[in-house]
C-alpha cells in the first residue's frame, strides 16, 4: 500500500508540475523525480535506497509547485489521534480504523475508517501532512475557488465547508461521490462514497467529523 501510494504521488506530482512549468533546476528535479518514481516502479525493493535522493528532487519541485507557504514543516501526529476526530454515524456500520505513518521520502500520516449501510459503503481518510504543501499539489485545481465542471453523468466542483476549502465528486451511473477538505492547510479529511444516494451523504459525515479538533492537534 505504501508504495503504491509513493508512487501515485510521484505521478501525480510530475504531471501537475509539467502542466506548470518551472526553471531549469525544477525540471531537472521533475526529471530526476519521474527516473526515481520509474525505478520503484520496475524494483520495489530499492524504494528504500533511493528515498534521499527522491526526497530531495520532491522539494525541489514543492518550490516551484506550491511556492513559499510559509509555513515550515512539521512531524506528523500519530494515526492514533487523527482516528479519534472519526465519529460514529447513525444508521451506519463503522469498522475498526485502520492507520499508518510513513517517514521517508517525505513524513505523513493518515487514518483511514469504513462504514457500511446495506450495499452502500463510505471511506474516510484523514491525513496528516505535516506542512509538506507539495502533498496537496495534485488537488490544486480542483480546490480552486469557482472550478466547476458537469456533465449528463454528474459533477465535480470545488467547495467550501466551514471556511476550509475542497473539492466534491458525484457519478450518477455508479453512485459514486468524492469529498474532501484541507483543514489548517495541513489535514486532508476525503470521503469516499459508493453506492450512496446522493454526495449529500458524504456531507452528513462531514459535519459529524470534528474538525476543530482536529485542527488542534500537534
Avoid at 524504494?47 to 526526497?55: L, R
Avoid at 480546490?143 to 465528486?169: D, I, L
Wanted: hydrophobic share 40%; proline share 4%.
Amino acid at each position: 500500500m505504501k508504495r503504491t501510494c509513493l508512487f501515485a504521488v510521484v505521478i501525480a506530482v510530475t504531471t501537475s508540475f509539467a502542466a506548470c512549468g518551472g526553471t531549469s533546476e525544477q525540471q531537472k528535479a521533475a526529471e530526476e523525480l519521474e527516473k526515481s518514481a520509474e525505478t520503484i516502479e520496475k524494483n520495489p525493493d530499492s524504494m528504500s535506497m533511493g528515498a534521499e535522493d527522491t526526497a530531495r528532487s520532491m522539494e525541489a519541485m514543492a518550490r516551484g509547485l506550491a511556492g513559499d507557504s510559509g509555513v515550515k514543516p512539521v512531524d506528523p501526529v500519530s494515526f492514533k489521534d487523527l482516528q479519534t476526530v472519526m465519529p460514529d454515524v447513525a444508521g451506519w456500520e463503522k469498522a475498526s480504523p485502520t492507520g499508518e505513518r510513513m517517514t521517508s521520502p517525505f513524513s505523513f500520516s493518515q487514518a483511514l475508517v469504513t462504514y457500511k449501510k446495506g450495499d452502500a459503503e463510505i471511506e474516510q481518510m484523514i491525513m496528516d501532512s505535516g506542512f509538506n504543501q507539495l502533498l496537496f499539489t495534485p488537488f490544486t485545481m480542483l480546490m480552486a475557488a469557482g472550478y466547476e465542471k458537469e456533465t449528463p453523468e454528474g459533477f465535480e466542483r470545488s467547495v467550501n465547508v466551514a471556511g476550509n476549502p475542497g473539492w466534491e465528486k458525484w457519478d450518477k451511473g455508479s453512485r459514486n461521490g468524492e469529498l474532501a477538505i484541507v483543514v489548517g492547510k495541513r489535514y486532508l479529511v476525503q470521503l469516499e462514497g459508493r453506492g450512496i444516494d446522493d454526495v449529500k451523504t458524504l456531507h452528513t459525515v462531514l459535519e459529524q467529523t470534528d474538525l476543530a479538533k482536529l485542527a488542534a492537534l500537534k
